[in-house]
């Protein structure tokens, strides 16, 4: 077994240097990495958590506009932080953002600590964003593992451990660790990154003529890059139906607040109800809430995925009399402007969003540039 373990070591000290002049000449110019800012890191690499490189760039650039430091962060209200985040997802991550930040403020300042343990306490960060911000912005040599990583160790050294389980994940960090180049410990952990979302790709082909290590990839050499890494299928998602309600009165339409736990936590929504309704049972839940319905229009259907729910939806458009002093007080009537600047609508909405000329997260930028 200890044999095992410094052959994996030795092959990893041998990818070092041909990594990191592949990285010198082929890395990507992208605005996080302008500056080691610890703050800009993390912000970066939560956005970064299943979310594609080019989508994050203006979210990144307008955040840090808005919010340039952690205090900025740390005393934002709510509503205004999720809307710099609509159009992201995983709201989640921006509300742990906003703990992490007011910790930071009572406890160390407003700086994110130079110090691997103190930032591995904070919510919302795990072992590869705190190795991430550790090691770019502070050069302390700890790894920073995620999918990128974890496929192309796979590959060279055809390692057949399922990447989908923590202790695989565990054992690749401490090998990792073994290694760190001193003083290079940050551009060695993007390099890795960078040659997975770059060369050793998870989807398609990868483009191994291109990759510095392809002399030491073992999966290469034996033809069997597809077969790595092994990981185990995700279940299936849970399908929900669901019917959305544009409930107009004049130019303004209802929204209203999802509770503060569970699913889309404090996000708006347009009003919603499990199962497809008829246009009877449409009008009978609009009448329900004391509204006066005048026209109702069926509108197309609209797929959402989450992680590990669909939303199979369908929506009707329905034009109400001015409400009463005795309609239902959750909802609140307002124009698409005003929803548009102030209320984050997450963008499982999008499509009926658009009836409305709504746009929502990075779509009403669009015109802007």
Not at 161 to 185: C, F
Request: hydrophobic share 40%; charged share 30%; aromatic share 10%.
């Amino acid at each position: 077994m200890w044999q095992n373990i410094q052959r994996r070591i030795y092959m990893l000290e041998n990818i070092i240097e041909p990594l990191l002049i592949w990285y010198e000449k082929n890395h990507r110019k992208l605005p996080w990495r302008e500056k080691r800012d610890p703050y800009e890191i993390w912000v970066s690499e939560i956005m970064l958590q299943q979310t594609r490189v080019e989508a994050v760039k203006p979210y990144f650039e307008r955040f840090l506009r808005e919010l340039p430091t952690v205090k900025d962060l740390a005393e934002c209200p709510q509503e205004k932080l999720l809307k710099l985040w609509e159009g992201l997802g995983y709201y989640n991550r921006v509300k742990n953002m906003q703990k992490a930040a007011q910790i930071l403020c009572e406890q160390y300042g407003g700086i994110l600590p130079a110090d691997f343990r103190a930032l591995l306490s904070l919510p919302g960060i795990g072992s590869y964003t705190a190795g991430a911000i550790a090691s770019i912005a502070y050069e302390i040599p700890v790894p920073a593992v995620d999918g990128n990583v974890l496929r192309v160790l796979a590959r060279i050294r055809m390692d057949d451990g399922d990447i989908m389980k923590q202790s695989v994940r565990t054992r690749v960090e401490k090998e990792l660790l073994a290694i760190m180049p001193a003083g290079r410990s940050g551009a060695f952990n993007q390099a890795l990154m960078e040659l997975g979302a770059l060369v050793c790709v998870p989807n398609g082909v990868p483009l191994c003529e291109k990759c510095p290590l392809r002399e030491l990839c073992k999966a290469r050499k034996s033809g069997t890059i597809e077969s790595y890494p092994v990981k185990e299928k995700k279940g299936k998602r849970r399908i929900e139906d669901r019917t959305v309600f544009l409930i107009l009165d004049g130019r303004h339409v209802a929204v209203r607040k999802r509770p503060e736990r569970g699913l889309l936590a404090g996000l708006y929504e347009f009003p919603n109800e499990k199962g497809w309704l008829t246009e009877e049972e449409a009008l009978a839940f609009v009448e329900r809430r004391g509204l006066m319905p005048l026209q109702i229009l069926p509108l197309p259907g609209a797929k959402h995925i989450f992680s590990h729910v669909e939303w199979h939806m369908t929506g009707y458009l329905i034009k109400i009399a001015e409400p009463e002093e005795t309609a239902d007080r959750e909802l609140l009537f307002v124009g698409t402007e005003e929803a548009q600047e102030r209320y984050p609508v997450p963008a499982a909405f999008s499509y009926y969003a658009g009836y409305m000329n709504l746009r929502l997260g990075q779509e009403k930028y669009q015109d802007k540039k």
